[in-house]
């Protein structure tokens, strides 16, 4: 069975440049959960997604945007790219809904590297 | 502002058994606490959840006391291969849902 998917892999963009990442969760999986990974430091929360919906988003200025699609794909969009940006982007999928009664085991893609010059 | 904390860095020989703890305030009444492991350029993986008291599987046990402000990872008998980051991860209440933060991390180096 694969995995969580994202693409690209790495990607080399220039300040004030825009960039969309793209994570395709695991099959039956209906939550989606974006992170930004600084070299050195841990995953620190972005978005979360449940049914198409935003169920949970962290301190992150409007410049980072994402959405859910029917298929329960997701793109994470980030513009006006500074330098600060640049880090692993990793997309999670879980089964079942954000908090709750649980998080749930979450299933991490290998990530988006990347770099802003 | 909520937070959690664990060691930099750990130091061990193959065989030993090691204990990570991860402190956390806030967490909220209804998540658990998730334990992952992150080798270089990848994706976190799981390894083990729990909501209090003890848990364990064929990797590793997790204790969390009553109070459930910290938990503690415990990997029987390490090889070179465990050599990782590992990081707790637990929710925490936000105004529009729950904010999942994980720890610092801890880099586990296992020697031989």
């Not at chain 2, 959690?4 to 209804?30: F, K, L, R, W």
């Not at chain 2, 080798?39 to 459930?68: C, H, M, W």
């Not at chain 2, 990872?73 to 070179?80: D, N, T, W």
């Amino acid at each position: 069975d694969a995995g969580v998917t994202q693409s690209p892999t790495h990607l080399i963009k220039t300040r004030g440049q825009h960039v969309t990442l793209r994570c395709s969760p695991i099959s039956g999986h209906k939550s989606v959960s974006w992170y930004q990974q600084v070299l050195g430091q841990g995953p620190q929360f972005i978005f979360q997604y449940y049914e198409k919906e935003e169920r949970g988003r962290g301190n992150f200025p409007d410049r980072f945007s994402a959405r859910q699609f029917p298929n329960y794909s997701s793109e994470l969009n980030v513009n006006a790219l500074l330098l600060g940006d640049s880090a692993l982007y990793l997309c999670a999928s879980s089964t079942g809904p954000p908090g709750g009664l649980n998080t749930g085991e979450l299933f991490f893609g290998e990530g988006s590297r990347l770099t802003v010059l | 502002l909520a937070k959690t904390t664990q060691p930099i860095s750990m130091d061990s020989y193959e065989g030993q058994e090691v204990n990570i703890t991860c402190s956390h305030n806030n967490i909220a009444t209804n998540d658990y606490i998730t334990w992952y492991q992150q080798f270089p350029s990848q994706g976190p993986r799981f390894i083990i959840q729990g909501y209090k008291t003890k848990v364990k599987n064929e990797v590793a046990s997790l204790f969390i006391p009553a109070d459930r402000k910290s938990s503690t990872l415990s990997l029987p008998r390490v090889s070179l291969s465990d050599t990782a980051v590992y990081y707790c991860l637990v929710g925490f209440p936000t105004g529009g849902g729950n904010k999942l933060t994980f720890g610092t991390g801890t880099q586990l180096k296992v020697e031989l």
